[in-house]
C-alpha cells in the first residue's frame, strides 16, 4: 500500500509538471500560474506550528511545510519567479478564507476532521495529537472528571469545544465554558486564575505554558479526550493541487527532512524567547510518519 500510494503521487506530479504550460491546469495550479501568487495562512500563537516570531514574521514546522509546498508549485509549474503572499487566520475563519479564495493553504494546527472534511480538503499528516488540558500543578486537578464544577477555558472554532462538552455529557459533569478568540488568551485566563483550565491539544498547550514566565507551575493532564491528526488545509475538489501537496509533505517524511524540522522546533530553542519545549515525538506521530495518511477522524 505505501509503494502504491507513493506511486499515485509520483505520477501524478508528473502529470502537473508536463502540464504546466498548457491549458488543463485547473484550480489553485492555474490560480497561481496566472496570477504569479501563491497566499499561505498563518496562525499568530499556535506555538511552534506557526507564530509571529519577535520581528512580526511568521515562523514554525507546519509554516515550513506551507514554505516547502510553495517551492513545489513554483518548480512543478516551471515559474522563474513566485510571488509569496503570507495571510493570518484564526480559528474561526481559515476554513472560509480557504474557500473565498483569499488563503491557498493553511499550514497550521489544523485538525483533519471528516467534518471539516466537508469543508475542505487536507493533506497527508505532518503530527498528531491528543486533547488534554492545562492546570495550575497546585489545582489539585489530575484528571478531566476533576474539572466537574470548574471553569474551563477554549478557543473557539477548535475540535476541544465539542470534545469537552461530549465527555461532560457522557461523564454526567457540570462545567463553566470560557470561549476565547486564540489560545494565548486562553492560557493567561488560566495563568490569572479565571479559569481552572484550559483544554487544547497537548503540544499547543505545551507551547503556550513554555511561553509564561512562570512555566515550571503549570502541567498538562496525562489523560486524552481524542488523538487527532494535523494536516495542511486547502480547497476541495482540486486533485491537481492535492497531489502536489501530498507529494511535498510525503517526500519530507522518506527523505528525513520533516523528521529534522521536528527536532528543530520542538526540542530545540526555538524563537523568540529560545525555550526548548522538550517535547519529544509521540507514538501516534511515529504511526502517521510510518504510513503517510489522509485519513481524517
Do not use: H
Not at 496566472?34 to 499561505?40: A, C, H, N, R
Not at 487566520?89 to 483569499?102: D, F, W, Y
Not at 475538489?237 to 524540522?261: A, C, H, N, W, Y
Amino acid at each position: 500500500m505505501r509503494r502504491s500510494f507513493r506511486f499515485v503521487l509520483v505520477t501524478a506530479l508528473a502529470s502537473i509538471c508536463a502540464s504546466a504550460g498548457a491549458e488543463d491546469l485547473s484550480g489553485t495550479l492555474a490560480k497561481i500560474k496566472e496570477t504569479g501568487v501563491i497566499t499561505l495562512g498563518y496562525r499568530e500563537s499556535s506555538v511552534p506550528f506557526s507564530y509571529l516570531s519577535s520581528d512580526g514574521k511568521p515562523v514554525g514546522y507546519a509554516f515550513e511545510v506551507c514554505r516547502r509546498v510553495a517551492d513545489a508549485a513554483q518548480k512543478a509549474l516551471d515559474m522563474p519567479k513566485l510571488e509569496v503572499r503570507l495571510q493570518a487566520v484564526t480559528s474561526a475563519n481559515r476554513i472560509p478564507l480557504i474557500q473565498n479564495g483569499t488563503v491557498d493553504i493553511e499550514c497550521g494546527s489544523t485538525t483533519n476532521s471528516l467534518a471539516r472534511q466537508k469543508e475542505a480538503a487536507f493533506s497527508v499528516s505532518y503530527f498528531g495529537i491528543q486533547v488534554s488540558a492545562a492546570v495550575w500543578k497546585t489545582s489539585g486537578i489530575k484528571s478531566l472528571n476533576d474539572l466537574n464544577g470548574k471553569t474551563v477555558a477554549v478557543t473557539s472554532g477548535t475540535t476541544s469545544v465539542a470534545l469537552m462538552k461530549k465527555f461532560e455529557r457522557d461523564n454526567k459533569l457540570r462545567i463553566r465554558y470560557l470561549m476565547t478568540k486564540d489560545f494565548a488568551e486562553a492560557m493567561q485566563l488560566v495563568a490569572n486564575k479565571r479559569a481552572d483550565a484550559f483544554v487544547l491539544d497537548d503540544v499547543l498547550l505545551a507551547g503556550q505554558i513554555a511561553n509564561l514566565p512562570n512555566a515550571s507551575d503549570f502541567t498538562i493532564l496525562d489523560a486524552a479526550l481524542s488523538v487527532e491528526p494535523y494536516g495542511a488545509m486547502f480547497r476541495k475538489d482540486d486533485p491537481q493541487f492535492k497531489s502536489l501537496v501530498d507529494k511535498t509533505v510525503t517526500d519530507m517524511i522518506r527523505s528525513g527532512e520533516l523528521q529534522k524540522l521536528y527536532a528543530t522546533w520542538f526540542e530545540s530553542p526555538i524563537p523568540p524567547r529560545g525555550i526548548n519545549l522538550n517535547f519529544k515525538m509521540n507514538d501516534y506521530t511515529k504511526s502517521l510518519f510510518a504510513e503517510p495518511s489522509d485519513k481524517g477522524i
